[in-house]
């Protein structure tokens, strides 16, 4: 059954190849829409705007694990290959409603603080359109 109520964030995951980034800690998901100028001499001296292109990263954080199933090793390799991915943003629930597309990890970043827990962030930007359930 479809998760109903406010989501929990500790539910909503960045998965990789259908597999979960392991020891997940925060995900996020952002759209954007580039605009195009369409001021004219009768706009008045006011800007006017239409669409253009749309896009959307998603991006994660987690605690490092070396033997992790998809963790820190398996994204550094992807970033060294250039490999195009598919990333999804969903719950753990099956049912819900995810979003997903094709696209690349174009930064990734290790901090290790002092007696800290290792953490890395993620980010993917993605190409094409996205795909929803």
Known sequence: MATTGIIN?????VYVGGTAITHSTSASISF????????TKD????REILEGQRSFTIEAEA???LD??????ELFAAWVARTA???????????D???QGTGYCTSLSMDSGVE???TFSASFEMTGQVTTS
């Open 9 to 13: 964030g500790t539910n909503l995951l």
């Open 32 to 39: 954007s829409m580039e605009t195009r100028d369409a001021s």
């Open 43 to 46: 706009s008045q001296g006011y």
């Open 63 to 65: 605690m490092t694990a």
């Open 68 to 73: 992790a199933a998809q963790g820190f090793e």
């Open 85 to 95: 991915l598919t990333i999804k943003f969903a719950t753990t629930d099956a049912t």
């Open 97 to 99: 409603q995810f979003y």
């Open 116 to 118: 800290d827990s290792s």
